[in-house]
């Protein structure tokens, strides 16, 4: 087992749905991102533009994206760290790229989890959020393609954090 995936648009329920994963199970555990720019900071590792310019030259960098103005990047060697003291990363992913890009980069079994929600309540989270971007929040999650290959679909509008948490661990100790 190499770990999660959980793929979905702003608001659809990442950051709360690993909440409740690591509250089922103290073996999941945010992968968190190397991000650099404005933002929220809660979850990312912060870091500068010229350190994540270093680890891109050195060939360290799995995925990387910019958006809402931040820099994000998922590291090699971080997400390589956790596997290897026996957690269970869960990576969060809002393009469907990230998931060939981790799979290509760390083979293992990863199981991909795509959460979903109404716009409606993807608009009402973020707006409870307090990030002062909710157009281009609502404008990405207009951009998020479904997958048609998930391992799992959960609708967090109607699924619980708890149920869908249970669900994943379900998926990952069979």
Known sequence: MSGVILYGAPAAGKDTVTDALTRVDARFC???????????TAGYRMTSDDALDQLAASGEVIWENTRYGARYVIDRPSLQAVIDSGRIPVVHAGQPE????????????????????????????????????????????????????????????????????????????R
């Open 30 to 40: 945010l992968f968190e991102r190397l991000k650099s720019g404005r933002g929220r």
């Open 98 to 173: 990230v998931i060939s890009a981790v799979r290509a980069a760390m083979p293992g079994i990863w199981i991909v989890v795509q959460l979903s929600t109404s716009r409606a309540v993807a608009q009402a989270r973020i707006i409870e959020r307090s990030t002062g971007d909710t157009t281009a929040r609502l404008a990405a999650w207009d951009a998020t393609p479904w997958l048609s290959d998930a391992d799992l679909d959960v609708d967090t509008g109607d699924v619980p954090p708890e149920t869908a948490a249970r669900l994943i661990r379900s998926l990952v100790t």
